[in-house]
């Protein structure tokens, strides 16, 4: 089911929910309705697996235990995917240990049944600015490397130098090159990276070595 977006809610974040039981669902369905969250509500794993390339960005509510594939395993099968959506396991009191396993392997955060339908808004709209801005980061990053990829080979070779600190003249020699080419390459990169200072090449070059696929992890 897909419900129209809230206010101060992106147009392209949807609430998953999957849980198997119906009478968690429609509650959720409600409540989410109240606050005009978009969501698709999901009886199973399998049958979300079915559709997760359709969702561009959100978060899931996930209950933890579940028939055929659990929580836990749907979690893992989202991992090997890279798929990056926040999770927030709905968990029993005797799912606690479950549940911190699963914050180490990722998870945004848990909550425990009964929980109170605000405290769990506010995990829900916490998750879904903390997607947004990795979506953000994903996107700087992609941009980043595009922008990298149009060094040529030299260049690339230089800028790799010119990062980690060499002097001209060892770049120079490094390469069988001389320094006044070596100026003109860097000149160059600076030029495609849009970068007028030595510290902001660093960055760049930091930044583009930094792993962009690692899951969301919970800063609580």
Known sequence: MNKEHGA???????????????????????????????YRLYANAKDFLQEVDEIPGGCLVLDIRMPGMSGLELQSELRERNVLLPIIFIT?????????????????????????????????????????????????????I????????????????????????????????????????????MKKLCVRTLAELVRIWLESQRPMYAPVVSQT
């Open 146 to 189: 595009k922008r990298i990829d149009t060094l040529s080979d030299r260049e690339a070779q230089v800028f790799e130098r010119v990062a980690a600190g060499q002097a001209n003249k060892a770049i120079a020699y490094d390469l069988g090159i001389s320094e006044r080419t070596v100026e003109v390459h860097r000149a160059q990169i």
């Open 92 to 144: 029993g009191h005797g799912d606690i240990t479950m549940a911190v396993k699963a914050m180490r392997l990722g998870a945004l955060d848990f909550i425990t049944k009964p929980y109170h339908e605000q405290e769990l808004l506010d995990r829900i709209h916490a998750a879904l600015a903390n997607e947004n801005s990795i979506r953000k980061q994903l996107g700087d990053h992609r941009e980043l």
């Open 8 to 38: 101060g809610v992106s147009k392209e974040q949807i609430v998953v929910v999957v849980d198997d039981d119906p009478g968690v669902r429609d509650s959720l369905s409600m409540l989410l309705d109240s606050v005009g969250l978009e």
